[in-house]
């Protein structure tokens, strides 16, 4: 009770107090949690021989390292989910999920050092469903990111396949291998479709690694999530273990793929009558109608007049 009665001034300097005490305590935490793992590594680390050098963490990628994870199902299920959007660091989960953390810690904490400020233009019911939605949205506002710039790659990847199409094509029959022709794709594809451009140099990193070429193909595809990345990875591969000439095969599939780029085209372009039939009626519909009865209106006042 004493505390309502208290001026504004007042309860922004315990607001700022208690804002000020929290921070020193988020500080100390983040400290302990990022060099106590360092002194115990120090402890652990054995003198004898060469010494390799280890790669630095910054110190956002240090904090995210400390934080708990779920389990390895979701582990995998967000990397997967972060390898589409582009993200393929080895700490692109533990900053995925500091930065969900942050994300619903960071907003909280301004609101509460401006809770005396704004208790006095808002109710208190009105400033904990403020806080509730800053909550929300810092929970559930990472993924959907994500998502976004993972739907935004894969329809650049989309649009830029049948062009990857024709190069590779033009590099095989002009006597390049498949290897070397997708190097040459990639290089090519580097300025306009950079998700292509990178998923094909990832391609070609485990093919030089050794892995098989159409497990590799299969994970291009994966990576991309496109339908028409799979469907070259099964068509190489049934070229390869049939032994027809893969010249012919990208041929056939490249045609392919662009008539099924015009024919999405003409869909686009039949289906673009109806989606304005509804803005037609809402918009232009009221304002030719006034346009057409008003004059008559006005002479029909006047004339009543």
Not at 131 to 147: A, H, K
Not at 209 to 229: I, S
Request: glycine share 6%; charged share 20%.
């Amino acid at each position: 009770m004493e505390f309502l009665t208290l001026s504004s001034e007042y309860k922004i300097s315990i607001a700022v107090a208690f804002f000020a005490v929290s921070m020193v305590l988020v500080f100390l935490s983040v400290y302990g949690a990022l060099f106590s793992q360092n002194r115990l590594d120090r402890r652990l680390v054995v003198n004898d021989g060469p010494k390799e050098p280890v790669a630095r963490k910054g110190l956002f990628a240090k904090f995210a390292s400390q934080i708990t994870l779920p389990d390895e199902k979701e582990i995998t299920r967000i990397r997967y989910l972060l390898s589409q959007a582009g993200f393929f660091s080895d700490n692109a989960v533990n900053i995925f999920y500091a930065i969900r953390v942050l994300a619903i810690i960071m907003p909280q904490m301004i609101l509460f050092a401006f809770w005396g400020v704004l208790s006095s233009q808002f109710t208190p019911q009105t400033l904990t469903l403020l806080s509730v939605t800053l909550g929300f949205l810092g929970l559930l506002g990472p993924p959907i990111v994500v998502g976004k710039i993972k739907a935004r790659r894969t329809l650049l990847a989309k649009d830029g396949f049948p062009d990857m199409m024709d190069l590779l094509l033009a590099c095989i029959e002009a006597g390049l291998g498949l290897d070397a022709a997708l190097l040459r794709v990639a290089n090519e594809l580097a300025l306009r479709y950079p998700p292509l451009k990178s998923g094909l140099d990832l391609m070609n990193l485990e093919l030089r690694a050794g892995r098989e070429r159409h497990e590799a193909l299969k994970n291009f595809a994966e990576r991309l999530d496109l339908e028409e990345a799979k469907a070259l990875a099964i068509m190489l591969r049934q070229s390869e273990e049939m032994g027809s000439g893969l010249g012919a095969s990208l041929r056939t599939f490249s045609e392919e793929m662009r008539a099924k780029r015009m024919l999405l085209a003409e869909e686009k372009a039949l289906a673009l009558s109806a989606k304005l039939t509804i803005p037609l009626i809402i918009f232009i519909f009221p304002t030719i109608l006034a346009m057409l009865i008003l004059p008559a209106g006005i002479r029909l006042a006047a004339g009543l007049g």
